[in-house]
């Protein structure tokens, strides 16, 4: 397999429109990247770039070593998976399957070979004789990550190959790609706009906005330490509540004044907040932080609930404060209704920070 270089990569549209700016990601061979923000992120045409779909306005592109910028599609050892499949429908599993191989003039004995194996990594040999529009959502993304295993590429690229399918198979293919990519022990990037695909799947999450990288990091390092509000909000399901409070001294403390509460930032978090007493910054705190507890205590929040969402392992619930809506986790044995007034205690060592003016992250990451 190979390692995948992006060094300063842009492309610029007809008409000035920056669809990526500057991009810098590298793959190292093995390792399942995902690209994952909003639509109109850059994140597909950073991923056509790879693949030669699109041509490269500013930068290099280097997989294995080697500049890839003028090298047509097909010779650059690549394979990918589009969101609708991709299937010649008058073909069957197994032909589908051999066409590319065909195309380059493969041995059939080769090509043999190389279906039925890749076939039975996805359990699809008993479907190699059908025609695609006999197949399922789920088979006929099998038909399409099969004929892309049968090149033995370099690197596989996957764009949203599970935006079709339905919520229970998404979950089903999610943990059958992560299986393939171990089997494989390919180099795979990935292209979503589910964070929940990319906090399950990926080794290493780029998460883009507007063109631009905003933070790349293992699933869990993004989660604990996003480097701004965006990324705070987009990682994490549901996303993370924003707060806005206004910052006070008092003694060796600090206190986070909403207006309808006042609470102690964890003593840890201090030295990073004294510089922006007197002002106001944004308190990030995930639903899962909020504690539900029976009664006014120190650091509670008192809260009124508008919606209560029923999950089976946990309940969701989406509060108010005076003035500012957020959201909470809790357990299925507490009942709440819509209109009661419920109290939750945030894990300040849990918190997060945010400049009002720039967004960035007020605590500095671990590798800052």
């Not at 690229?157 to 293919?173: G, H, I, T, W, Y």
Request: proline share 5%.
């Amino acid at each position: 397999m190979a390692k995948v270089e992006l060094k300063n990569i842009s492309k610029v549209y007809d008409g000035g429109v920056k669809a990526v700016d500057n991009a810098n990601i590298i793959v190292d061979d093995k390792e399942f990247v995902v690209l994952v923000g909003p639509s109109g992120c850059g994140k597909s045409t950073t991923l056509r770039m790879v693949a030669g779909l699109e041509d490269i306005t500013e930068g290099e592109l280097f997989i294995d070593n080697d500049k890839m910028n003028d090298v047509p599609p097909k010779d650059r050892n690549i394979a990918m998976v589009f969101q609708n499949y991709a299937l010649y429908p008058h073909m069957s599993v197994y032909e589908n399957m051999a066409f590319g191989l065909r195309i380059k003039k493969v041995p059939k004995q080769e090509i043999e070979k190389r279906v039925q194996e890749a076939a039975r990594i996805l359990d699809i040999t008993n479907f190699l004789d059908r025609k695609p529009k006999a197949l399922s959502g789920g088979q006929r993304q099998r038909v399409a990550v099969g004929r892309a295993i049968v090149r033995n590429p370099k690197v596989f690229l996957f764009d949203e190959p599970l935006s079709n399918l339905d919520a229970k198979l998404r979950v089903q293919m999610r943990k059958e790609l992560s299986e393939l990519h171990l089997k494989l022990n390919a180099t795979m990037i990935y292209v979503t706009h589910d964070q929940v695909e990319a906090m399950t799947m990926a080794d290493r999450i780029v998460v883009m906005k507007d063109g631009k990288v905003q933070q790349i990091g293992s699933p869990l390092f993004l989660y604990n330490h996003p480097i701004n509000k965006f990324v705070a909000g987009f990682i994490g399901s549901p996303p993370m509540n924003f707060l806005s409070v206004k910052v006070r001294e008092d003694g060796n403390s600090i206190l986070l004044d909403e207006g309808s509460f006042k609470i102690k930032a964890d003593p840890g978090h201090v030295q990073y907040l004294k510089e922006f007493v007197g002002k106001e910054v944004s308190f990030g705190i995930r639903p899962e932080d909020l504690n539900y507890v029976d009664k006014e205590c120190d650091n509670s929040i008192t809260v009124k609930v508008t919606v209560v969402e029923p999950l089976g392992a946990d309940i969701h619930l989406w509060l108010t404060t005076e003035t500012q809506p957020l959201v909470a986790r809790s357990e299925p044995n507490h009942v709440f209704h819509v209109g009661d007034t419920a109290i939750f205690v945030p894990r300040m060592e849990k918190a997060r920070y945010f400049n009002k003016e720039t967004e960035a992250a007020i605590i500095p990451s671990p590798d800052a």
